[in-house]
């Protein structure tokens, strides 16, 4: 197959239109249709169901839905660190991404074990919201991230994991909640002042809810401390915490897993060697 093709059939898939998805392309709807057409009979599959209405996926499109995401992205992931590498040369710095606000003292020591190897190139951090390190590394924007299971899609991906620890719950100190020695996560999410906050999804748009729309640690933390929202972390973020906060412990929260990720075709001696100091920490 075709990039162009695999576009032809994204685009028609999100649709759920053929006349939509040419407006989108750009281009008139018989050749797309024809396109679509003749990706079918080379597959031998039908890839969608027609109907007047527009169309719907088979499940051999639903597979090639899932499978053509990635084979992009990891075009356009090709194509952004190359393009990397020849501006900045061989000593092209490793970009590591990483939610903001989470994991700092373990990428702290990271980055200093990592500086003091002999081959050590620059690692320039991105921080983003939660939930957008995994397609920074998909499409390119990134070379190396940490991830968190089972919150994070890290399918695809080469792992080592660096912690496993129990989620806590962190809210205004005085707080009549703060008192408990313990709760179950519905219990806090079901405060009735503290709501928990929404993070963006990876269009920019928010979830539906009553909390407030954050993008960082750095603001919900301060929000917290003003009693207008409590916030679920690993155990690990207590040795950041200040004044005006307490942490609950919750009895049934899945166990987080930390993992520095990377992507399998990777093969960059830079991200080989961070990945390695990881390992060692």
Do not use: C
Not at 12 to 25: D, P
Request: proline fraction near 8%.
């Amino acid at each position: 197959m075709e990039t162009r093709e695999l576009r032809y059939f994204l685009a028609v898939a999100e649709e759920s239109h053929v006349g939509r998805a040419a407006q989108r392309l750009g281009m008139a709807q018989p050749p797309l249709s024809r396109a679509i057409a003749g990706l079918e009979r080379r597959l031998d599959a039908d890839l969608f169901v027609r109907t007047p209405r527009g169309v719907s996926l088979t499940s051999a499109g639903e597979t090639l839905l899932r499978e053509g995401r990635a084979a992009l992205a990891a075009v356009e992931a090709a194509e952004r660190r190359t393009r990397r590498t020849a501006a900045a040369g061989a000593r092209a710095p490793v970009i590591l991404t990483a939610k903001a606000g989470a994991s700092s003292e373990l990428m702290a020591k990271l980055l200093d074990a990592y500086a003091t190897e002999p081959d050590a190139v620059d690692v320039e951090v991105v921080l983003s919201p939660p939930g957008h390190q995994a397609a920074m590394l998909r499409d390119g924007r990134a070379d190396v991230a940490i991830l968190h299971q089972p919150f994070d899609d890290t399918s695809g991906f080469d792992l080592d994991p660096l912690t496993v620890e129990d989620q806590v719950l962190i809210l205004p100190a005085g707080h009549a909640a703060s008192a408990r020695t313990e709760m179950t996560v519905a219990e806090a999410t079901s405060i009735p002042d503290l709501p928990l906050p929404r993070w963006p999804h990876l269009d920019g748009t928010y979830p539906d809810g009553p909390g407030p729309e954050l993008r960082d640690l750095t603001q919900v933390l301060q929000l917290v401390r003003l009693g207008r929202t409590a916030l679920v972390l690993p155990e690990s973020a207590r040795a950041n915490l200040r004044d005006g906060l307490a942490v609950v412990p919750l009895t049934d929260a899945p166990q987080v897993t930390t993992v520095i990720a990377w992507p399998p075709h990777s093969t960059s001696p830079a991200v080989a060697g961070l990945v390695r100091t990881a390992g060692r920490l």
